[in-house]
């Protein structure tokens, strides 16, 4: 069974701090994980997604199979990166996406 | 390309009552999904499809139905609500299925007193 694990409900961070969301799944396969995020009164959407290896807003994630993890990355956090974040893990061939249970994140001024 | 539309926004059903959750994508997805986003828990799967004509159960399918009888919609059927069935809910739908970029709909919140 595939499974993903964001240990942080809430996350408050400073202004121009850096940020981390954390990520770990479980899969036995070649799987493949997003960030999703979905700002206040807005549909949730993709953030970037690992095999693209593409810095969106400035967050980036990195793909470590050693520790099954994909943390989310931002080196000076914006206000206007308050939001709730959900990693989710995905592979070909299964049609289920599965989700982690999301971190709100709240960018402090 | 209004993407993903789901309707209502917003509904209040009575305990027993039943209701139909719509949803239609204009992106010609083969790959629909309905999940349900209660507070602290995060997405949990109810049923998705890989086609007109298929569909499967997700992890949460108790209390539903659904059918996929064109590409484009993917109704989700609510026979007998309960107050556990009070959530949000959102309808996606992607290209290729879930190795791809999932689009979502605004949601549905729904209230069962």
Redesign the interface.
Known sequence: AQRVTQPEKLLSVFKGAPVELKCNYSYSGSPELFWYVQYSRQRLQLLLRHISRESIKGFTADLNKGETSFHLKKPFAQEEDSAMYYCALGNFGNEKLTFGTGTRLTIIP | NAGVTQTPKFRILKIGQSMTLQCAQDMNHN?M?W?RQDP??????IY?S?GAGIT?K?EVPNGYNVSRSTTEDFPLRLELAAPSQTSVY?C?S?ER??????F????TRLTVV
């Open positions: 790959y999904y999940y602290g828990m995060g997405l949990k799967l998705y890989v499967d997700g959102f996606a992607s299925g879930a190795n791809t970029e999932a979502f709909g605004q949601g």
